[in-house]
């Protein structure tokens, strides 16, 4: 059944990289941050507590990546995951104070970021590591799927919560 809202984030192939598993993980953060925009009160947390353990391991994985192929610009990408997680712990810690709405607004925040984050930061990641186990950038085929948010283009900033 679904029981999505129209502004909640969905994937799109725009966000495929070519990149089986961090795809993947993508789809998954994807998929949470939509059930986190559509909780209802008593299940935030719950929600919220997903969308920060699956950040972890997956921006994890990014990093062990990037260090591992020394990636040029990892310290800005690296950096921008630490800000992300950070700010998903400071509303965890106002939400156990009984703050609602700065969960909805971080909901919101998350559906715009992600995607940005993934055409800008993750894509650059994905071309090095095709780049250094292929020599050349992935191929990836779109199928002309529609995208449901805009980016802000900024895919280089971190979230406006803390
Ligand atoms: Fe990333
Ligand atoms: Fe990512």
Known sequence: MNTMTPQ????????????????????HLVALIARLQEAANEDLATALEAVLDA???????????MTATSFP?????????EAVLGSLRGVARRLARGEREVVRRLAAELAMWLPAHVQHLDSALTHWLCKLQHGGKPVVL????RT???TRG?????LAIA
Do not use: T, V, Y
Request: negative net charge; charged residues 25%.
């Open 8 to 27: 909640s984030l969905a994937w799109s192939d725009a966000m495929s990289l070519g990149h089986p598993l961090i795809d993947d993980e993508h789809q």
């Open 55 to 65: 950040a972890e391991a997956h921006f994890s994985a990014e990093n062990d990546l």
């Open 73 to 81: 610009p990892r310290d800005c990408h690296i950096k921008e995951h």
């Open 142 to 145: 779109h199928s002309g799927g």
């Open 148 to 150: 449901q948010h805009k």
């Open 154 to 158: 900024r895919g280089d900033s971190a």
